[in-house]
């Protein structure tokens, strides 16, 4: 039986799509947008099979059942998210509920008429907000104080999907990302500022010097490593009572970052300086998540620290312009 990947065309998503066909997998992969043509190239070439791309808006409840009627997946990892950031007009707010809340709810009315199927739905650790300083390491004791559209959305929309999964006996596990980057990630409408990793990486192979503002350590995880822990879950497919934490367990900032692309890319050069008002910064400096309770539920921990996703990354990016 497939794996319905949800928000397939995101960078996580491909990334999850890539990491079930390299094992063997059928993967189906939905999305609003269609896939870059990147992926279009070398997803279909891995061992496993892309039995569908299709075309989903997450918030039609109707053609998302229809979909999981469909095609009848063992389990449906749904990604699907709007990420906005700075300024969010009423208008980019509703949507961003719309998708965030109803998309994962109308996940879990999907699922509950395929008896069997297990929902993985992801959410972020964006949900802590204020939240987020009080503590050394974000675990179940700390409460979410979300001060964004973005972070109250997801909030809503995880503790929505966990209400409506219990009450409709469909097993789920609630799962918040930690900073992800990495592989296939890219500016898109969904999610239209990248990290500020990916916008060091440009600048470096573009040949040109970078400012960063902060050096702040946070819990940036790789795009892989996130793949992998989400397909944990799939595997596993064990209830979570409460939201889980996908994470790496470890810390370091982008003046790690850009010291180590000073290392490997030639001639780029970077400097520190916190007055620069255009230079990257990490946005807070949010305590990093716990990793235990996925660990103990899958044995899932993450395997890449900085040096070796810097080096998958590279080569990645550099493979797109052989």
Known sequence: MSVLVVGASGFVG?????????RGDAVVAADIEAPPPRAARELPALPGRLLAVERLDVTDAEAYAA???????????????????????????RRTAEVNVLGPLNAVVAAEALP??????????????????????????????????????KLAGER??????????????????????????????????????????ERALAGQRAVVADAGPRDFIYSVDVAAGLASLVDHAKPAAQPLHLAPGIVWSLADWCAGLARH???????????????????????????????????FRANFDMERA?????????????
């Open 310 to 322: 810097m080096e998958d990354d590279l080569a990645w990016r550099r493979a797109a312009s052989d």
């Open 67 to 93: 979909l999981v009627a469909r095609h009848r997946p063992r389990a449906i990892v749904h990604l699907a998210a709007m990420t906005p950031l700075g300024r969010v007009p009423p208008s980019l707010a």
């Open 265 to 299: 890319v030639p001639g780029f050069t970077w400097k520190l300086d916190r007055a620069d008002p255009e230079g990257e910064s990490a946005s807070n400096g949010r305590a990093p998540m716990e990793t235990e309770a996925l660990a103990a539920l899958t044995g």
């Open 160 to 201: 929505m999907s966990l209400l409506a999964a219990a009450e409709g006996g469909v097993p789920i596990a609630v799962v918040r990302l930690s900073s992800v980057f990495g592989r296939w990630e890219r500016a898109t409408p969904a999610r239209p500022v990248a990290s500020p990793l990916l916008r060091l990486t």
């Open 116 to 153: 069997g199927c297990f929902l993985v739905a992801t959410s972020s650790g964006s949900v802590f907000g204020a939240a987020g300083f009080d503590a050394p390491v974000l675990d179940a004791t700390i409460r979410p104080d979300p001060r964004t559209p973005y972070g109250v959305a």
């Open 14 to 22: 491909l990334a999850l799509v890539e990491h079930l066909l390299a």
